[in-house]
């Protein structure tokens, strides 16, 4: 049971990150890919520094895990962007729906590479827990703008969110879990590295003009920062 309120919780704080990206991504005023890289940057930078603090900003990190965290920082930056795009194009409900399975069945596929398997408690509260979400985030008024673009970037939202989840997962069996906090705080200040440089390089002279909106999706992005 408590193998399946720990799952329940983690698939509803990333409901509640989606949303409020979903939300923010709406009321930027700006392109998709300065929302994506504004949000990346904000959440990357307050998970990061989260992370070593967690640790007194004391952590241990092998050669290993700054490797693992850097090119999960990719699966993140895939995750992040595949979210914005889908979050322009189409519903919640399937956008969620595509995230929560990539973020459940790659790690499952992971897992039993290494000889592990999801127990069966674990597989019957998804079979649970998956529709109740999806039924949760559903509104009969949201449309699609452009499914081609919707489904494109939904798959590789489900690979992007996957993939980061399997690395961390990777990382803990290869260098340990007191690696754990070095793991998230790489990989998420990778992310904020990269999303920066991209805005700088893109906003030659007036780098904060991406950062520029109005207090809706100023207060979302700090929102989502919290819960990231």
Same mark, same amino acid.
């Given at each position: ?8 919780? &983690? ?35 307050? &998970? ?6 967690? !640790? ?8 290993? &895990? ?35 399975? #990539?973020?459940?069945? *790659? ?31 559903? !509104? !009969? ?19 992007? !969110?996957?993939?980061? +989840?399997?690395?961390?997962? *990777?990382?803990?069996?290869?260098? #340990? ?7 998230? @705080? ?28 109005? @207090?809706?999706?100023?207060? +979302? ?6 819960? #990231?």
């Amino acid at each position: 049971m408590l193998e399946a309120g720990l799952l329940a919780v &983690t698939i509803l704080l990333s409901t509640g990150q989606n949303l409020l990206c979903k939300l923010f991504t709406i009321k930027y005023p700006g392109k998709s890919v300065d929302a994506a890289s504004v949000y990346a940057l904000i959440t990357g930078l307050v &998970t990061s520094v989260v992370s070593l603090s967690l !640790n007194g900003f004391s952590i241990t990190c092998s050669r290993l &895990t700054l490797i693992l965290g850097i090119v999960n920082s990719v699966f993140g930056i895939i995750l992040d962007y595949s979210v914005v795009k889908i979050s322009r194009s189409g519903p919640y409900s399937l956008q969620m729906l595509f995230i929560i399975n #990539g973020g459940i069945l *790659i790690p499952a596929i992971v897992a039993r590479a290494f000889g592990d398997s999801y127990s069966v408690v674990k597989w019957i509260s998804l079979v649970i827990i998956i529709p109740a979400v999806y039924l949760a985030c559903y !509104n !009969n008024r949201d449309s699609f703008t452009d499914k081609k673009t919707f489904f494109t970037f939904c798959v590789l939202a489900a690979l992007g !969110n996957g993939g980061f +989840l399997s690395m961390l997962d *990777i990382q803990q069996r290869l260098t #340990g879990e007191n690696e754990k906090s070095a793991m998230l @705080a790489v990989s998420y200040l990778s992310i904020a590295v990269v999303s920066a440089v991209f805005i700088a390089a893109t906003h030659r002279g007036k780098l904060w003009d991406a950062f520029r909106m109005p @207090a809706t999706p100023a207060a +979302l992005l700090s929102a989502g920062g919290g819960v #990231g």
